[in-house]
């Protein structure tokens, strides 16, 4: 069994870290909220520092600050705004046809959902700074772990025997934040390691950040773990080939190339790792799915825990916030009775993909009993399905530590995700084998318990979107995969509240990609808006 990557044992030692970075993280326009100063040398006289930094990096997919869930570790951005799985399930799923969100007074959530938002939304900047967070902190790991630091410091042996390694899994979650920036925004703040501190970065456009993330994440292979050979919750080959697989997938919207041989190849990597999927679809996302049979499918999770990493992420607001108005079914998931009072509900449209042969499918957890299906008043929230997928229950019977952090870890890459991703790239002329395609969708379903398995001749690109929204629903693809089937924007797909109308309306080509937000441009003048804001 795979030791759990204890992030929050570094809090300690992240406050210490964050508090270093004021400087360090001047080469990427990004503020943090603290303004002591601590040596380096000084926080790396004690050799543990090393790998409890490098967890600062994780630390920071999960954690806002070090003063609780509440804090903020970057200054004009409170919590609810930039903890990065939230605010990119905000951007990849509340954004699309699957996820309604009832108080419209948070901030920013209104205009994600009706597809209003403008450079000025609070969500936006959150997602944008975070992911610059995380690349500033690889940036500033890297640049005091080159052999001339360690030689200076006079670091041991067994020390030095993992730095090639801690280097590797920082240049990773940096190309992994790239990767986001790319995806979400088109461009970044771009710098490495070997950018001057506190010069003024360049702005790097989606040929650029591909060309970057592709080559560093080639680059660090011989270097990182195999798959699923490092810690639970720490990167390893398999992330690596998941972000290559996922930019080969999507690499006609990036850079107007057909990469689909690339991402089978990356794909059938990852199948050959050892995965494979958890014995229960609802495994993957329950308070223990760091032990149970999800183990074996999640190839990377943003940790959350209810006592130590108290934070208000994905899991959190997803659990809370299904809990009915009317159906009261808190202490049923592990929280609260009451929840969240019917924070979150799904639209028509993604309620439609679970028909009569989807009754006793183990992927739909829809409770529709005494509610209509269309959400004409986004403020009822007794109007409009609920969906019970995320749970703050083990599989064991028992539940988290807390009743409103829970400790179900966030899955943000899993096999089942590449089974999708291989028949997707085969039927888009990316090669591989139909039996294998449709082999992998029919495992889908025969582990979810749904006996209606398809042909050769039913594999169809219109049925994979479909089946991805099936299965992957609520984990932050939503969006990029309506945008590679050229359904996001225009007027051939519309969803309830799509361009703020209660039925859906066209909306115009540029929301393909977010608005840079006003303040990062004002911070530097190298960063241009995107065509359309």
């Known amino acids: 069994m795979k030791t759990r990557f204890k ?18 993280t001047d080469d990427l326009n990004i503020i943090p909220n603290d303004d002591q100063t601590i040596l380096s040398d000084e926080l790396f006289k004690d050799e543990a ?28 951005i409170d919590a609810g705004t930039s903890q990065f799985g939230r605010v990119l ?89 790239y990767y986001y920036m790319m995806d979400i925004f088109g461009k ?58 996922k930019i080969y997938l999507n690499a006609e919207v990036y850079i107007g190339e057909n990469r689909y041989s690339d991402c089978i190849t990356y794909c059938e990597k990852i199948i050959d790792g050892g995965y494979s999927l958890a014995t229960n679809y609802l495994h993957n996302f329950m308070a223990d799915n760091n032990t149970n049979s999800a183990t074996n499918e999640i190839i990377f999770p943003i940790i959350s825990d209810g006592v130590s990493t108290q934070n208000y992420g994905p899991t959190t607001v997803m659990i809370n916030g299904s809990v009915g108005s009317l159906e009261v079914n808190g202490e049923e998931v592990g929280v609260g009775a009451a929840g969240w009072g019917g924070a979150l509900r799904v639209r028509k449209q993604f309620a439609d ?20 299906i269309d959400i004409i008043d986004i403020s009822d929230k007794d109007t409009g399905y609920i969906i019970q997928k995320y749970s703050n229950a083990t599989s064991t019977g028992s539940f988290g530590a ?98 703020n109308g209660s039925n859906g309306i066209s909306i115009p080509s540029y929301f393909n990609i977010y608005p840079i937000p006003t303040a990062s441009i004002g911070a530097n003048p190298n960063l241009t808006q995107n065509p359309g804001y």
């Open 402 to 499: 807390d009743k409103t952090f829970v400790d179900t870890d966030f899955p943000l890459f899993r096999l089942a995700d590449v089974y999708l991703m291989y028949a997707e790239a085969h039927l888009r002329g990316g090669g591989g084998n139909l039996t294998t395609a449709v082999g992998y969708i029919n495992a889908l379903r025969t582990r979810a318990n749904n006996s209606n398995t398809i042909t050769s001749g039913e594999l169809t690109l219109d049925f994979i979107l479909d089946e991805r929204a099936r299965e992957l629903h609520w984990e932050a693809h939503r969006r990029q995969d309506l945008i590679r089937f050229e359904r996001f924007t225009g007027g051939n797909y519309n969803w309830a509240w799509k361009g």
């Open 49 to 76: 520092a090393y790998k409890q930094v490098l967890a600062g990096i994780y630390a920071n997919l999960a954690l806002t600050g070090t003063d609780g869930a509440g804090s903020s570790n970057l200054k004009n």
């Open 188 to 245: 970044a703040n771009f710098a490495t390691e070997d950018d001057a501190i506190n010069s003024q970065p360049a702005a790097a456009d989606r040929d650029e950040l591909f060309a970057f993330i592709e080559s560093e994440l080639k680059a660090i292979d011989t270097d990182l773990m195999a798959p699923r050979q490092n810690e639970y919750g720490r990167a390893d080959k398999g992330v690596a080939y998941m972000i290559l697989a």
């Open 89 to 177: 399930l905000y951007v990849q799923t509340l954004s699309a046809d699957q996820m309604i969100w009832s108080y419209e007074n948070d901030p920013g959530t209104r205009e994600i959902q009706r597809n209003l938002w403008t450079a000025q939304n609070p969500l936006l900047l959150g997602m944008f700074s975070r992911a610059h967070l995380s690349i500033a902190l690889a940036n500033n790991f890297l640049r005091e772990t080159t052999d001339a630091k360690l030689d200076e410091r006079n670091v041991s042996t067994s020390v030095r025997s993992n730095i090639a390694a801690y280097r590797a899994e920082a240049r990773l979650m940096r190309a992994m934040a």
């Open 7 to 24: 992030i929050y044992k570094t809090i300690g030692v992240l406050s210490l870290f964050l508090a270093t970075i004021t400087s360090c």
């Open 353 to 372: 993909l679970f028909g009569s042969s989807f009754a006793n499918d183990d992927r739909n957890t829809i409770i529709s009993e005494n509610r209509p």
